[in-house]
């Protein structure tokens, strides 16, 4: 079978095909010696090769590359491939803890580290997940819209069903319009671009992961509004099932606040410098507060050139450095902020009031339904094109701060996340038997 991507099969298990050999002697059966006499095979390291053990022969092509394994105290778990093909997508690299044992219940497709959060969680559960190879598995995941096409193609090449977890459909994106022509040949997705009358931005990727949500076992959602929007745009019924924030690098106790420095505040967002993040809205809003609070922005984007035209004409001191921060320096800004704001106009989820909250910082957040949803009674919220408002809510949060209860954010830890996906995962892997 191909890998992922497409490209020449795996090697084969067992070696290469047995040599040629003479025939017998006269008048007798069977063969004589082979023209090439083979040594006898070396011994397998068990972290290079690519048997499953502890749950049912492997019997696929075994994955190229060597392998790093994560194992729990209960289940050997985790396969990460250190080298890839060219053509193949990057894998997501995991510390080795164990070497030895591997197991195939799951192959989880993801774009970045994020979307793995649950991994370790699950397998502390007693999940086997690979999160890069082509080795058979009883399940696809893919936990993101990016890996849809990736996930679909590798449950077909392996007849196994297929688990889509979509963040969200951003209207702009998909407005009135109709999804290209897409189909399945040869197990790969195809697309024939529509003439007239499309999505209007991304109308290949958006006409794609409409094409699988429609073919996937099953499509889970962060939140009620992502739900409802693939019942409207693709007729499929998702089922909500909330992620999870980064619990173990976001906590009270890796930020313990430092005494706020008297002069001046400062207010933090972090996000792609796009339109629908909003972030002209805060810079607008800290020209109206009082106290003169800077503004620091972590982020990339296309925007980046006018916000700091727009800072520099409203006199706002504005961070902006126009690049994604590394995990350490996000965590000193949350530390660091005086008030932590979310200003965008829509979300599929709202990851940095969450981290925001979780770091011990007061919050204001626009009032989107993605919001409303996860921290109604934690944040301050504010419309979300209203600097005037924007501006009372810093005001007030400067002047008396006040964050969510710890209690209220173990529902979105990775511990609990794991616990939601699980009952869902094991259903799946049963039917697949």
């Known amino acids: 079978m191909a890998p992922v991507g497409g490209g020449a099969p795996g090697p084969r298990r067992g070696g290469p095909a047995a040599l040629p050999r003479t025939p017998g002697p006269a008048g007798g059966a069977g063969g004589g010696a082979p023209l090439v006499s083979r040594p006898p095979p070396l011994p397998r390291d068990p972290s290079r090769r690519g048997a499953r053990v502890g749950r049912r022969p492997r019997t696929g092509p075994r994955p190229r590359g060597d392998t790093a394994v994560l194992r729990s105290r209960a289940s050997p778990v985790l396969r990460v491939r250190r080298r890839r093909a060219a053509h193949r997508p990057a894998a ?17 497709f993801a774009p970045n580290r994020y979307c793995t959060l649950p991994v370790r969680a699950l397998a502390a559960a007693g999940l086997g997940i690979a999160l890069d190879g082509e080795a058979p598995a009883r399940l696809a995941v893919a936990a993101d819209g990016q890996c849809a096409v990736a996930g679909f193609e590798y449950a077909r090449r392996h007849r196994v069903p297929l688990l889509l977890y979509l963040w969200d459909l951003p209207p702009w994106r ?11 040949l040869g197990g790969r997705v195809r697309r024939v671009p529509r003439p007239a009358g499309r999505y209007p931005e991304r109308a290949g990727y958006y006409s794609r992961i409409g094409f699988v949500a429609r073919r996937a076992a099953e499509v889970w959602c962060p939140s009620e ?3 409802a929007d693939v019942r409207a745009r693709f007729g499929v019924a998702a089922r909500r099932v909330p992620f999870c924030y980064d619990s173990d690098r976001f906590r009270p106790g890796a930020g313990s606040r430092p005494p706020r420095p008297p002069e001046p505040p400062s207010l933090l967002a972090i996000g792609r410098l796009v339109p629908h993040k909003n972030l002209a809205t805060l810079i607008r809003a800290a020209a109206l507060v009082p106290s003169k609070p800077a503004v620091r922005i972590l982020g990339e984007g296309p925007e980046g050139a006018a916000l700091r035209r727009l800072g520099a004409e409203l006199g706002v001191a504005l961070e902006l450095p126009g690049r994604w921060a590394e995990d350490d320096a996000i965590v000193a800004a949350y530390r660091a902020a005086s008030v932590v704001v979310a200003p965008s106009r829509f979300e599929g989820f709202g990851l940095t009031p969450i981290e925001g909250l979780a770091m011990g910082a007061p919050v204001a957040a626009s009032d989107i339904p993605a919001h409303r949803e996860f921290l109604d009674g934690a944040v301050r919220f504010f419309p979300p094109d209203d600097p005037a408002a924007l501006a009372r809510e810093v005001t007030a949060a400067l002047l008396q701060p006040s964050v969510l209860p710890s209690f209220r954010l173990s529902d979105l830890t990775i511990e609990a996340c794991a616990a939601r996906f699980l009952p869902g995962l094991e259903r799946l892997l049963r039917a697949a038997r």
């Not at 995991?94 to 591997?102: A, F, I, K, Q, Y």
């Not at 998909?174 to 399945?184: I, K, N």
């Open 225 to 227: 509004g992502t739900v």
């Open 174 to 184: 998909l407005a009135a319009g109709r999804p290209d022509l897409v189909f399945e």
């Open 92 to 108: 997501v690299r995991v510390p080795e803890l164990h070497p030895g044992l591997t197991v195939d219940d799951v192959r989880w």
